[in-house]
Nanobody
Framework: QVQLVESGGGLVQAGGSLRLSCAASGRALSTYFIGWIRQAPGKEREFLGTIGWSGPGIGYPDSVLGRFTISRDKTTETVYLQMNSLKPEDTAVYYC???????????????WGQGTQVTVSS
């Protein structure tokens, strides 16, 4: 079992930056890819990328490529989502997710956090 708790959401102006944190706990965390998925009202869930025990974040969709960066602190078991150049269309609930492989489909992720709201004003 893996437990995930997101934090860091809030209100930010367009063009600004925000960093989300995902605190992970449980067993064998090094075996999991931990990533981020968001869901805006009335829209499908969107995979934002993930990261393994080593290496860079991977799987960024075109909608966030170059603006969002995923990193992982192995010591604290914290995964971050750094969001820069935010746009109003980035407004969504952001979820931290964990899975044993690199998946692009949200339904394939077994473990989810409770979500944190990000609102970007224009």
């Amino acid at each position: 079992q893996v437990q995930l708790v997101e934090s860091g959401g809030g209100l930010v102006q367009a063009g600004g930056s925000l960093r989300l944190s995902c605190a992970a706990s449980g067993r064998a965390l090094s075996t999991y890819f931990i990533g981020w998925i968001r869901q805006a009202p009335g829209k499908e869930r969107e995979f934002l990328g993930t990261i393994g025990w080593s290496g860079p974040g991977i799987g960024y969709p075109d909608s966030v490529l170059g603006r969002f960066t995923i990193s992982r602190d192995k010591t604290t078991e914290t995964v971050y989502l750094q969001m820069n150049s935010l746009k109003p269309e980035d407004t969504a609930v952001y979820y931290c997710v964990a899975g044993l492989s690199f998946f692009r489909t949200p339904d394939q992720y077994e473990f989810w956090g409770q979500g944190t709201q990000v609102t970007v004003s224009s």
